[in-house]
């Protein structure tokens, strides 16, 4: 696999005696956008944090550009180049929209130290901000504060957060929840446009098959913790495992 970015290998995380992920081995490549799937309760979103290095693995490693960053902690990683977004937990409600975000590029930039008065007196990290914010259509609600927002925009500007950090792998983890029907497609073009450039590796979380079929180039299925379907979308969704363990449908109906 060395031309993966990321990799999981033999990737276990036991509680007690519950297996939540189940012995994971996967690469994933720049240029390249994998959707996650399964039903609920399938390890998606606890595979992610052992990726992210919110939790330890019980057994294996994950590999970032063929480096082990299995025992690294959450800090480490991304800033080797892990952009994980945290649904909402990253934001800082009494500062503006604008400052959220120059705190992520200062952060991204090494500065350190005086933060708000050293970002303000940069023009360069400030004009990283504003594109930034363009990107996710907030360059008009740069001044408002975070705590102010709907929800929908709080998830672009989460989304904001992380163009900022520039990383080598985007991990949308359902980035669409609790968005109105006007916001979710803003956010879901900036995905695709993001998995235009093909230096980047883009995980992607989502319970909607219509978004799934029209962003992923590749699709994983899990199952009980255990990876049990990998490939083409059309390939994956029309398989017989998916449609009894994804789709809810009896094996013998497909």
């Not at 259509?137 to 975070?146: E, L, N, S, Y």
Request: charged fraction near 25%; glycine fraction near 8%; proline fraction near 4%.
């Amino acid at each position: 696999m060395a031309d993966m970015v990321l990799e999981t290998r033999d990737l276990t995380v036991q509680f007690g005696g519950h297996v939540a992920v189940d012995r994971i081995s996967t690469g994933f490549r720049a240029g390249e956008l994998t959707a996650i799937v399964g039903p609920n309760g399938a390890g998606k979103t606890t595979y992610f944090n052992l990726i992210s290095g919110q939790i330890a693995a019980t057994r294996g490693r994950v590999l970032l550009e063929g480096r082990n960053i299995t025992r690294k902690p959450a800090s480490i990683r991304t800033r080797m180049g892990l952009g994980r977004g945290f649904q909402l937990t990253n934001l800082f409600p009494d500062l503006t929209v604008y400052e959220n975000v120059r705190l992520v590029v200062q952060a991204h930039q090494r500065k350190g130290g005086r933060l708000l008065r050293l970002a303000d007196s940069d023009g360069h990290m400030r004009d990283m901000t504003h594109q930034a914010l363009e990107q996710v259509q907030m360059r008009a609600q740069a001044d408002k504060p975070v705590s102010e927002l709907p929800h929908g925009d709080q998830r672009k500007l989460e989304v904001a957060m992380l163009i900022a950090m520039d990383p080598k792998v985007y991990m949308f983890d359902e980035p669409t929840a609790g968005m109105s029907p006007d916001d979710a497609p803003v956010v879901l073009d900036l995905i695709a446009r993001l998995s235009q450039d093909r230096s980047k590796c883009i995980l992607l979380v989502e319970h909607k098959m219509d978004v799934i079929g029209a962003l992923a180039d590749r699709i994983i299925v899990l199952h009980n913790g255990a990876l049990v379907a990998d490939g083409a979308p059309q390939d994956v969704m029309a398989s017989a495992i998916v449609q009894e363990a994804y789709m809810g449908r009896a094996q013998a109906n497909v």
